[in-house]
């Protein structure tokens, strides 16, 4: 088993910049890690991705220096298991609202004694080619990143950070603002206090703290905010972006 080269720039305390990918085609996987993502996301919770395809998007990155994570739909042991059995080497956890919740999404992640995962990883180990040294190393090098997304969530950010297992706490901007009460407003005195709650948090408990974004100006808001794990972008908008960009630049030469 390959060392999650993400989980170590965490543990080093260096940043990692990933991609998300919400499109069914492997295609825009690839192009995520050849670009140079550190890490690049496959979202199961929001995109209609089915098993198949989610392990295609998984085989894309084998050859990659890019880490292969997942967002499960839910923190639902059995989604969880078939993420990592297809080779995913990190779970993004939505919805994490309390310290119960954490310990059962690292729970999801770990074999028996320290979690309940089942055994049949497949795709992780090869096809039965590196069984043993998948099972020692899989908990060192599985990422779990947990998002704080509601009131409730915020309210118990330090024990969620503080949970053994878990590598990160990530904020989706939209998600969060909404569940507290101002949505949408990200300049809003009440939303960055929570931003900074859950960054102190992270730091307090020693882990990282993300967050989910779109493009280089909110991602260096975010930087500046003490974010170690950020996510740039998505492939749709990364690809509207460039569109609208180039039409625009055409239309203005055409005057």
Known sequence: MR????????KDGKTAIGGWVVSEDPTTTEIMADVGFDFVVVDTEHAPQTATGLQAHMMTL????ATGVVRVVWNDFVRVKQALDVGAEGIVFPWVNTVEQARAA????RYPPRGNRGWGPRRAIRFATDQM???RHAEENIL???????QEALDNAEAIAAADGVDALMVGPADFSINIG???????DKFMAGI???RQAADAAGKAFGVITSGAAYARRWLAEGARVIIAGSDGAFLKMMAQATLGEIRQAIG
Not at 106 to 109: I, L, N, Q
């Open 144 to 150: 779990v990143l947990c998002q704080i997304e509601t």
């Open 62 to 65: 084998k050859d990659t220096p």
């Open 106 to 109: 690292v729970a999801s992640t």
């Open 133 to 135: 040294d998948y099972f």
């Open 182 to 188: 101002v949505p949408l407003d990200w300049d809003c």
């Open 196 to 198: 900074r709650r859950v």
């Open 3 to 10: 060392e999650n080269r993400t989980k170590r720039l965490l």
